[in-house]
C-alpha cells in the first residue's frame, strides 16, 4: 500500500514527507495506523550524525497507533488495539531476556542498525530507525516489541511514554530505584529530564536540583517536582555549587543531556560514599567520560540507564500510572504538529523552544 512519511535524505537536510510504499506485514507483525508520534533528541542526533545511520531513512521512534492488519502469528494482539511499538523488543527467549536482569534483549542490537524495512520508494528498500518508522502514517512492526494501551489513553500525551517518559521515570524508579527523602540532580530539563524529575518526586525524594541552560524551563522544572532549580551559567561550578547546598552531595544525580563533560559532573556531585551518578541521554558519538579511579574508591557508582531499564510491561505499567493521574505530561507537551510541520519541530528541539513536539496523524 501507499502511505506518507517524512524522509530523511541526507545529514542536515530537512526531511521530505513523501508518499513511500508499504509491505504488509509478515509473520510475526502488525500494520499500524499512527495516530501520534513524539519527536526526540534521538532523531535529532540521527539527522546531525551524532548517532550513526544510514540514509535515505524514516527516523521516528516514539510512536502510538492502531493496529490494522495482524501477520501470520500473532497472538495477544486484536484490530483496533491502540499500541505503542517499543523501541526495545522483548523476544523473550535471548540470554538477555531470560536473565530477568536487564531490558537488554540481542534484537534490539539487530535492530539497531537494520536493514530490514517494510517500506520501499520506487523498489527500492527505505530504512526505519529501530525498523519502527513512526514518522509515517502507516508502519509495519515486530509484535514483540508492542505494548498495548487503553483506548481512552490520549494519544498526543501517551506516545511520549514510548521514549522520552519511559527513559526518564525508568531512571528514577528501575535504574536508580530513588529512595524517600534523598537527594537528586537532574541536568537537563527537556522530555526525559523532566520525566526523571517526575520519577524522582513520585520516589518522595526530598530535594530535587534541576540544572538547565534555559531560564525559561524553570517553570516546567518546578511543575514536575523541582525544588530548585541552577541555571550553569550563573554559577562558577555547579558541581562545587551542589555539594555546598546538600553537605556532601547529592544522592542521585542524572545526565539527561548526553553529554560528557556533564557526566563528569554528575559524578563530581555525588555523594562520595553512596552516590549514584548515572548516563541517561545519549551522548554524541565520539566523545569519551573520565574520572579519578579514587572517586569511585570511596563507593560512588558510576552506571548508565538505557531507555531507563524499562521492559515492555514496565511500559504499560507507566501508562497506568499517567492514565491514575501519578503523573502529568499537560507541561511535557508543548506543540502539537501535522506531519507536514515535522521540520519545524526538529527546529524547535534545536532550539530549545519546545518541551516536547508531537505529530498528530
Ligand atoms: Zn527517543
Ligand atoms: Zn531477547
Not at 3 to 27: I, K, S, Y
Not at 247 to 258: E, I, L, N, S, T
Request: aromatic share 6%.
Amino acid at each position: 500500500m501507499k502511505t506518507r512519511a517524512a524522509v530523511a535524505f541526507a545529514l542536515n537536510e530537512p526531511m521530505r514527507v513523501m508518499e513511500v510504499d508499504l509491505a504488509e506485514p509478515g509473520p510475526g507483525q502488525v500494520m499500524l495506523k499512527m495516530l501520534a508520534s513524539g519527536l526526540c533528541h534521538s532523531d535529532l542526533h540521527l539527522l546531525e550524525g551524532k548517532m550513526s545511520q544510514d540514509f535515505p531513512f524514516i527516523p521516528g521512534h516514539e510512536g502510538l497507533g492502531e493496529i490494522i492488519a495482524l501477520g501470520e502469528g500473532v497472538s495477544g494482539f486484536a484490530l483496533g488495539d491502540h499500541v505503542i511499538p517499543y523501541l526495545v523488543p522483548d523476544c523473550g527467549v535471548c540470554v538477555y531476556c531470560t536473565s530477568g536482569r536487564t531490558n537488554l534483549c540481542v534484537e534490539y542490537g539487530a535492530r539497531r542498525n537494520s536493514a530490514r524495512t517494510p517500506f520501499s520508494l520506487d523498489g527500492a528498500p527505505m530504512r526505519c530507525f529501530m525498523e519502527l518508522g513512526t514518522f509515517a502514517e502507516h508502519t509495519v512492526v515486530a509484535a514483540d516489541c508492542i505494548v498495548k494501551v487503553p483506548q481512552h489513553a490520549r494519544p498526543d500525551h501517551t506516545c511520549c511514554i514510548a521514549c522520552g517518559v519511559t527513559t526518564g521515570l525508568g531512571s528514577a524508579l528501575i535504574r536508580a530505584k530513588i529512595t524517600p527523602g534523598s537527594s537528586v540532580a537532574v541536568f537537563g530539563a527537556g522530555g526525559v529530564g523532566l520525566s526523571t524529575m517526575q520519577g524522582a518526586r513520585i520516589a518522595g525524594a526530598g530535594r530535587i536540583f534541576a540544572i538547565d541552560t534555559n531560564p525559561a524551563k524553570e517553570a516546567v522544572a518546578r511543575s514536575c517536582g523541582a525544588t530548585d532549580f541552577i541555571n550553569p551559567w550563573e554559577i562558577e561550578n555547579v558541581a562545587e555549587h551542589v555539594i555546598g547546598l546538600t553537605g556532601m552531595g547529592v544522592d542521585y544525580a542524572f545526565d539527561c543531556v548526553g553529554n560528557a563533560k556533564l557526566a563528569e559532573q554528575a559524578l563530581e556531585m555525588c555523594h562520595p560514599a553512596w552516590g549514584v551518578a548515572m548516563c541517561v541521554g545519549v551522548v554524541p558519538e565520539g566523545q569519551s567520560v573520565s574520572t579519578l579511579p579514587t572517586k569511585l574508591l570511596t563507593g560512588r557508582t558510576w552506571t548508565g540507564s538505557m531507555m531507563g531499564g524499562a521492559k515492555r510491561q514496565d511500559v504499560a505499567r507507566f501508562v497506568d500510572m499517567y492514565l491514575a493521574g501519578e503523573f502529568s505530561l499537560d507541561e511535557v507537551v508543548s506543540h502539537r504538529l501535522t506531519l507536514d510541520e515535522i521540520n519545524h519541530g526538529v527546529e524547535m528541539m534545536r532550539t530549545g523552544e519546545s518541551v516536547r513536539s508531537v505529530v498528530l496523524y
